[in-house]
């Protein structure tokens, strides 16, 4: 008596369901059996419903449940568990679709990698978000090899070197300093305002420095250790950002301001809630704020209007009258 012929691919039957239910289900979707055979038969593997239904057994003793429901005559089987819940994955689409520093190309390529980790249906909605591209992301494909030479460059604590560019007017990246290459230990990488920075010591001029990771080029990880453990761990680095206002250089200050109390908002939220509050009446309140002076600073001050003042020190004070004088005489 002949035996019936497997399928070619029998051996493979469990996985072909694990990722058919994976892909092809959710809470809205499911298959029925005859679908769900057919669906093996086309992957070359046979299957009857009574060994389907142990398969279904095993999927769950695995961790993935499978559900059955009915809708009028027929049954429906499907998976729930995936993953990433849909909510997640829309918010890591559009975190992707936002980031400046990942070109357009990358998103598409990253989205579609995040829609295949749902179902078909789902990953439609997830598509659906893709309708308009950020016109100022960047067009430097190399980023995405720089934070991997310097994440193996902190991890292996050595030094790395780079080219740094920057715009001229006919909108094109040009080297910085004749080509030569900048030297620099690698300590932490931070995204701040859109943009993807290194931070690290700079081992010639022996200060601490950021760099924009989409304008650095040829970055290639050095036989020199790294340099500079004393000097950053001055820095809190998890602050960095926030006193520095578009990562501009310069050396820090205690900054007093006086404020209304309608911007204490405003002022936690760029400088955390360790804030030293000191109330000075019923509508004001005093700061100390630690800043690099820089004049994003003070256009940032200048910003919040009439409601919050620096009130020392007076270096400080008279450099912010001296922009407004500057301002000034531009607009007669």
């Not at 990358?106 to 579609?112: A, C, N, P, V, W």
């Not at 290459?181 to 943009?195: C, R």
Request: overall charge neutral.
């Amino acid at each position: 008596m002949a035996h019936q012929r497997k399928g070619e691919n029998q051996k493979l039957k469990l996985l072909y369901l694990y990722t058919m239910f994976q892909k092809q289900t959710d809470e809205d979707h499911g298959m029925t059996m005859p679908e769900i055979i057919d669906f093996l038969k086309a992957h070359g593997v046979n299957a009857d419903r009574k060994t389907l239904y142990q398969d279904f057994k095993e999927l769950g003793d695995f961790g993935l449940e499978i559900f059955r429901e009915q809708v009028g005559h027929r049954h429906y089987y499907y998976a729930t568990q995936h993953l990433f819940e849909l909510p997640e994955l829309k918010l890591l689409v559009d975190s992707v679709q936002a980031s400046k520093f990942i070109t357009d190309k990358k998103s598409l390529e990253l989205i579609g990698k995040l829609s295949s980790l749902t179902s078909v249906h789902q990953a439609d909605q997830l598509q659906r978000q893709v309708y308009v591209m950020r016109e100022n992301k960047t067009l430097n494909e190399a980023i995405y090899y720089n934070v991997d030479v310097i994440h193996q460059a902190i991890s292996s604590q050595r030094s790395i070197a780079f080219r740094y560019t920057q715009w001229n007017l006919d909108k094109k990246l040009e080297d910085r300093k004749n080509g030569i290459p900048y030297e620099v230990s690698p300590w932490a990488l931070l995204w701040d305002d859109e943009n993807y920075y290194l931070i690290g010591y700079d081992n010639a001029g022996k200060t601490i420095k950021h760099y924009r990771v989409d304008k650095m080029k040829d970055t290639t990880t050095l036989q020199a250790p790294r340099e500079g453990r004393e000097a950053i761990a001055q820095y809190d680095l998890g602050r960095y950002t926030s006193r520095r206002f578009g990562m501009f250089g310069g050396e820090e200050q205690v900054v007093n301001l006086h404020c209304h109390n309608d911007m204490i908002g405003v002022l936690l939220d760029r400088f955390g809630t360790d804030l030293p509050i000191q109330p000075l009446d019923e509508e004001h309140f005093t700061t100390q704020v630690s800043v690099v002076p820089s004049r994003q600073f003070f256009g940032w001050i200048i910003g919040l209007g009439p409601k919050v003042t620096i009130s020392g020190p007076k270096s400080v004070a008279q450099e912010m009258r001296t922009i407004l004088q500057e301002l000034k005489s531009q607009y007669p």
